[in-house]
């Protein structure tokens, strides 16, 4: 069974720090893409940002609300996609989610989500 | 930067009738990597169609999309009670991979 499963949300002051986990079971976590879309409360859809795989250098790719605030990473040995988010803002208050195309293949649609962990700055 | 608009921000309808949703793009979205999800409450999102008109897996093919270049569409034929939800439009031809603002069909 394909999972993923974030952790690490709660409460920050604004000026805080926060790091975000994603682990991954079921698929090929090595081989995806992934990327964080987050939603703020009772608002639509945010996409945050991507990583790429190893062969594709791991190459990040960001929203312009969070460039230079938040960092995506990955551990393949862990299967695991972070998200590292300093200089927190209020605005930055939503459900964030992991994601990935997973059988659809690399930069493709987000096929595959968790179910959310709430960051409220 | 390619920007989404969706239309109508909210779709009344009844159960039985036919949704079409549409999604307009600032600019040529590449090789049509335009998707559709549904968004019911206090869930995470659900593909419904990528490629614009690529039904995903295990998605009733009473959703349907189609469209090239800026203009999109899903279509829901036959609307069922648990249909009236959120949806949402996505580019992920070029980064960043916007998300349209979203429609709200209601009954």
């Known amino acids: 069974e394909v999972q993923l499963v974030e952790s690490g949300g709660g409460l920050v002051k604004p000026g805080g720090s926060l790091r975000l986990s994603c682990v991954v079971s079921g698929f090929n976590f090595n081989n995806a893409w992934m990327s964080w879309v987050r939603q703020a409360p009772g608002r639509g859809l945010e996409w945050v940002g991507r990583i790429k795989n190893k062969i594709n250098g791991e190459t990040t790719d960001y929203a312009e609300p969070v460039k230079g605030r938040f960092t995506i990473s990955r551990d393949d040995s862990k299967n695991t996609l972070y998200l590292q988010m300093k200089t927190l803002k209020t605005e930055d208050t939503a459900a964030y989610y992991c994601?990935?195309?997973?059988?659809?293949?690399?930069?493709?649609?987000?096929?595959?989500w968790g179910h959310g962990t709430t960051v409220t700055v | 930067e390619i920007l989404l608009t969706q239309f109508p921000d909210t779709l009344s309808l009844s159960p039985g009738e036919r949704a079409t949703l549409s999604c307009r793009a600032s600019?040529?979205?590449?090789?049509?990597?335009l998707a559709w999800y549904q968004q019911k409450p206090g869930q995470a999102p659900r593909l419904l169609i990528y490629a614009a008109s690529s039904r995903a897996t295990g998605i009733p093919d009473r959703f349907s999309g189609s469209g090239s270049g800026t203009d999109f569409t899903l279509t829901i034929n036959r609307l069922q009670p648990e249909d009236f939800v959120m949806y949402y439009c996505?580019?992920?031809?070029?980064?960043?991979?916007?998300f349209g603002q979203g429609t709200k069909l209601e009954i």
């Open positions: 600019q040529s979205v590449s090789s049509s990597y």
């Open positions: 996505q580019q992920y031809g070029s980064s960043p991979h916007r």
């Open positions: 994601a990935t195309g997973g059988p659809l293949g690399i930069d493709s649609a987000l096929q595959l």
